[in-house]
């Protein structure tokens, strides 16, 4: 336990690492967030195109909680499926908080009504609240909230994003039994991130589904078209065009939806700095400036899309997708760079 004797709140940038950062001090190890985000790997890009003028998916990972971390850690992660709110609240018995995925969409403090969904995302749940809710540790907010138990266990059993829905999966950590050392583990990651990106083994992952988002972007003005309804940035359910929403989820999915912003990019910078640092070696920290440069290119882009991705102009959200388009490639063509670099340390 940490030195109050219990789980402590904290504010985070990435969901998934920014939970792992929160038990794990709670067991007496703090740790910052950019260690474990670089060290757990899965970082890279994913493209997943929806049916019809459902909205596409952009991911700034590649892989959903890896837990290469932990090991490294020498941490004991177990996976469980609680069907029910009895048996998520019999495993909170043991362990000062669980870690579990769920879709955002539909928690009610993130006021989206499930009308914007995201499967992907991660939040610590501490402790029981009366029988009939839980208290949840939400690293994108400031204060812990309480989620009724219905809530919690729809958004954990949602299918609503797929390929990406949290399948009620439920994480409990052991303690932890050693420190990485980042000079040399640091390097390591570092090389298996080039190599997953760089060739990934998919077209909808890593630069191929850079590629590929880039030539279904452009085919959004014919493919996103009709009225649909969505969820506005005050949580208000409207009425708007298919690209119009597709516009706004990118947006959601680049600045909101658990990345701390620039779609994980500035996040990936962080981690090669400190890798820099311990491994005195300033080549890390020119490739950790090419991914702050990128997370730039995607911040701007995705600041834009929430701004004025809710336009009624039909000629204006086609020149929209003319930015996203022209984003994606200049943010790639920068990754490659940084990439290419690392690969060759």
Known sequence: M?????????????????CQCGILAAGGFDVDEEVVFGLD????????????????????????????AARLMGVEVGLHT????????????????????????????????????????????????GGEAFEVSDPAFDTPVVVGAADLDAARASRSSPPVNPDRKVYVFGPRRTTPRLRLVGPVAVRTLCRD????????????????LITA???????????????????RVIRTDALARQLLHVGRQIESFGTGGGLFRPLMGRFLTRVAA????????????????????????????????????????????????????????????????????
């Open 217 to 235: 972007a452009a085919a959004w003005p014919r493919s996103k078209r009709g009225e649909v309804e969505d969820v506005d940035l005050e949580g």
């Open 41 to 68: 790997g899965g970082f890279g890009f994913s493209f997943f195109p929806a049916n019809g003028n459902a909205p596409d998916i952009v991911v700034g990972k590649q892989e959903i909680m890896p837990l290469r």
């Open 278 to 345: 311990a491994t005195d070696d300033p080549r890390y920290a020119e490739s950790a400036e090419l991914f702050f440069e990128s997370g730039r290119l995607w911040q701007t882009l995705g600041a834009t899309l929430l701004a004025r991705g809710a336009t009624d102009s039909r000629a204006d959200l086609t020149s929209l997708v003319d930015g996203v388009t022209d984003t994606v490639r200049s943010a790639m063509d920068v990754e490659k760079r940084a990439l290419g670099a690392l690969t060759a340390l």
């Open 2 to 18: 940490n030195s109050a004797g219990r789980y402590v709140h904290r504010r985070g940038i990435h969901c998934e690492s920014a």
């Open 82 to 129: 609680p069907r029910s709110s009895a048996a998520l609240a019999k495993l909170l018995a043991s362990t000062p908080a669980v870690m579990t995925r769920v879709d955002l969409g539909l928690l009610p403090h993130w006021g989206l009504g499930g009308r914007s969904s995201f499967g992907g995302y991660f939040v610590n749940v501490t402790r029981g609240v």
């Open 197 to 212: 990106v760089l060739g990934p083994g998919s077209r909808s992952l890593g630069i191929p589904g850079m590629k590929r």
